[in-house]
């Protein structure tokens, strides 16, 4: 992360243009950003994020705020890009394969070992992967405040919940975690 002093020159000079400032921006919340979008929408989640930083640019002259004000803002582009895309996906839905199909590729009796190789090193991290065993829309708030850090206020303004309903959501996220991955994780 960009320190607290340092970061209203960053973003000062991100606004107007300088490639160094944009660039320092984009190192310290790009994996943020990847890992939230990756996890609510798997491959689309690179594209989204980089319809996001477009959304940044084009406002980042108006910007005002110190860093959890950007995080939050931030974060408001990527979750409406989010918003839009499954929405156009709704109108153009297609019938999709079941994904038993999508694993096995035969070559002549066999599975291909190229493949093979490639999936096992483009598999979720251990972090999507508990978060794929979540409903959406309590994995979105486990996401938003644990990877985007932002404060139950925020999360709640931005998913239009209130603040308590978006502690129950990541209450009971958490205890459905601690209950799949081990009786040694325990929530109060």
Do not use: N
């Not at 607290?4 to 950003?33: I, K, M, N, S």
């Not at 004000?69 to 079941?98: G, P, S």
């Not at 486990?142 to 239009?160: F, N, Q, S, T, Y």
């Amino acid at each position: 992360m960009i320190s607290d002093t340092d970061f209203p020159r960053v973003v000062a000079a991100a606004g107007q243009g300088e490639e160094w400032a944009l660039t320092a921006l984009y190192r310290a919340y790009q994996p943020l950003l990847l890992r939230y979008l990756r996890a609510q929408e798997g491959d689309a989640g690179d594209d989204l994020a980089s319809e996001a930083w477009i959304g940044v640019a084009r406002g980042l002259a108006r910007f005002q705020g110190d860093e959890d004000a950007f995080r939050c803002w931030l974060f408001t582009i990527a979750r409406r890009r989010l918003i839009e895309f499954r929405r156009r996906h709704a109108r153009r839905r297609t019938d999709a394969v079941a994904a038993d199909r999508l694993d096995v590729v035969d070559v002549r009796g066999g599975l291909d070992p190229e493949v093979d190789v490639l999936d096992r090193l483009s598999a979720q991290s251990a972090v999507d992967e508990m978060v794929a065993a979540l409903p959406r829309e309590q994995a979105e708030v486990v996401l938003l405040r644990v990877v985007g850090g932002l404060p139950v206020v925020e999360v709640a303004r931005l998913v239009e919940r209130s603040p308590g309903h978006v502690r129950v959501l990541c209450h009971r996220a958490l205890r459905k975690l601690a209950e799949r991955y081990g009786p040694e994780v325990r929530t109060a």
